[in-house]
């Protein structure tokens, strides 16, 4: 019998299993996928992320990768250019973007060095329960071969369209229909730093990654997709073009695309209740939104450390696990309900005189440009900016 299994070895998965094994649990972590592989992601990983791999010792196992840091950003909407840094968290400044298939290998490889057992190409199938209707383990299959492990913790870890959220029975708690589709694709010779370029209708980023490739992503309205579908490179070109202009240039001059353009218009937004009587969820199985804020592979790695941090040393009583569980649940919900409204808000790609007026005065001071993008990266909230320096300025 394991103390846990984890459902799922992404930048949620991953960590969890790692944390859990390093609290002295024996863990068992299953994915359907082999490692290293890639998935659609925004691979921005903000500066609280950043911090938690520092924490975790993994900061300098990614830096050694050739992932350049992203130690300047530049975001344009109208007449307004805001160019800085973050001030960081934990004498973190630089957010970085790795490749997927680089990242998601380093941490389970980190999970398997803490002790986890882990299962590629395994599929879980069903929910083992006891009779009062606890979670106490799980079903399905591995290389053709079933199986069936036990567990006191079942952490499902398997992305926005989660199995184990299904077979729990985990009802959505909050959800906003989709507001954006995206497409993305990476490009060499085309140096970049953190961009962002907003207007009505359209959002467009850049960040440089791995081999000196840079990501360039182009955001629509939801309401566009069947159109923008029917030629996703041209309306992608197109998007980047009317938008940032400059980037356009840097892309058509001596850019060249180095893969397939990807894509998706499935975008969901919701809350799902985060635990229960033997099982929790993490990342995106409980709580997804637009990528536009690309707040994901943060907001999994701080769940990770949440869950862990309230379950302690009380695995082997269940009713103590309960507890912890409803409590990793209101922790999850009030630090990241601020980050789902302010996220719909800028995938509604609606700007307004009110806030460019603001971003007006927000670029005349550099403390407060290095405030926004703390803003951005999900450091502060919205009410750090609103200072007297703010006030003197508008």
């Not at 992932?67 to 344009?76: F, I, M, N, W």
């Not at 197109?238 to 218009?265: D, F, H, K």
């Amino acid at each position: 019998m394991f103390d846990a299994i984890v459902v799922g070895a992404r930048c949620a998965g991953s960590p969890t299993a790692m944390l859990l094994a390093r609290a002295g649990y024996r863990v068992l972590l299953l994915d359907r996928a082999e490692f290293p592989s890639d998935t659609l992601s925004t691979h921005l990983v903000h500066q609280p992320g950043v911090a938690a791999l520092a924490r975790w010792g993994l900061l300098d196992r990614l830096r050694v990768t050739g992932c350049p840091p992203l130690d300047r950003a530049v975001y344009e909407v109208a007449d307004v250019r805001l160019e800085g840094c973050s001030r960081g968290v934990a004498g973190q400044r630089a957010a970085y973007a790795p490749r997927r298939h680089v990242l998601d290998a380093m941490l389970v490889d980190a999970a398997v060095a803490s002790g986890v057992e882990f299962r590629p190409r395994c599929s879980v199938t069903g929910l083992l329960r006891d009779e009062s209707g606890r979670v106490v383990g799980v079903e399905g299959v591995h290389q053709g071969h079933r199986f069936v492990e036990r567990a006191r913790l079942v952490v499902g870890a398997d992305g926005m369209r989660s199995r184990v959220a299904a077979l729990c029975g985990a009802p959505f708690t909050t959800s906003t229909a989709p507001l954006t589709c995206a497409y993305y694709a990476y490009w060499e010779d085309v140096p970049a730093v953190f961009e962002l370029y907003e207007r009505p209708g359209s959002w467009v980023a850049a960040v440089a990654t791995h081999g000196g490739a840079t990501l360039v992503l182009a955001y629509f309205p939801q309401s566009r997709f069947d159109e923008v579908r029917t030629d996703a490179y041209g309306a992608y070109l197109e998007q980047i073009r009317t938008t940032a202009p400059g980037l356009y240039e840097r892309m058509s001059g001596r850019g060249r695309r180095v893969e397939r353009l990807r894509g998706t218009g499935d975008q969901q937004n919701f809350f799902r209740q985060a635990s229960g009587p033997g099982w929790a969820l993490v990342g995106d199985a409980g709580h997804h939104k637009d990528s536009i804020t690309a707040r994901g592979i943060s907001d999994a790695f701080f769940q990770a450390e949440s869950l862990v941090r309230h379950v302690g040393a009380g695995l082997g009583d269940p009713g103590w696990l309960d507890d912890a569980l409803r409590r990793y649940a209101e922790d999850r919900d009030a630090a990241l309900t601020e980050g789902y409204q302010a996220t719909l808000s800028v995938a509604r790609l609606e700007t307004h005189e009110q806030r460019l007026s603001l971003l007006r005065a927000v670029g005349r001071d550099a403390e407060l440009t290095a405030t926004y993008f703390d803003l951005v990266a999900g450091i502060e909230s919205p009410k750090a900016l609103y200072t007297p320096r703010l006030m003197a300025l508008l």
